[in-house]
């Protein structure tokens, strides 16, 4: 039995093989892009029910782990430690203040270093000043990261 889905499984497929235009490959694309979001919508549902029902089951079978056989394979839902975080917008040298010395008991403080948003600007600054400038020595202590570019599909609503 061929259904929508299937049809457009292979044709994705058929496309990779064989490659395609622009057009037929993002005509799939996006066909593809509304199942899977009509997927998500009606699986969130039923995990919500799953987590619900694994809830019960866990107390009482204790530990972090549940698991469903299922006739197309299983289901298993872990349930992650519970823990504490430090709040954000807090005000912590009046935290540190208030606490004294307990507040290192606590608490880890870590300082993070990143690049100024502005690096590019400054950095092509730095290049044009030839003989005086530093660009070298920064280009030490930095990386050019060249991320995926992002593919996003939008769907027509159902």
């Known amino acids: 039995m061929t259904t929508p889905l299937n049809d457009l499984i292979r044709d994705a497929a058929d496309l990779k093989l064989q490659g395609g235009g622009i057009d037929a490959i993002t005509e799939t694309a996006v066909a593809l892009a509304a199942h899977i979001r009509d997927a998500q919508a009606a699986l969130e ?15 009482e079978e204790g530990g972090h782990h549940v698991g469903y056989e299922a006739p197309n394979g ?40 990143r690049t100024r948003p502005d690096i590019n600007d400054l950095l092509s600054a730095e290049m044009e000043r030839l ?10 202590f930095v990386e050019l990261d060249e991320p995926t570019p992002r593919v996003g599909f939008k769907p027509d609503p159902s």
Do not use: C
């Not at 709040?87 to 290192?104: E, H, I, N, T, V």
């Not at 003989?131 to 280009?139: P, S």
């Open 74 to 113: 299983r289901v298993s839902v872990t349930f992650p430690k519970q823990r504490y975080e430090a709040r954000k917008g807090m005000d912590w040298a009046k935290a540190r203040k208030s606490l004294g010395s307990d507040f290192d008991v606590y608490f880890t403080t870590v300082t993070t270093v």
């Open 45 to 59: 549902p039923l995990k919500e029910m799953i987590r619900d029902l694994a809830r019960v089951d866990r107390a």
């Open 131 to 140: 003989h005086d400038g530093n660009a070298e020595e920064i280009l030490q």
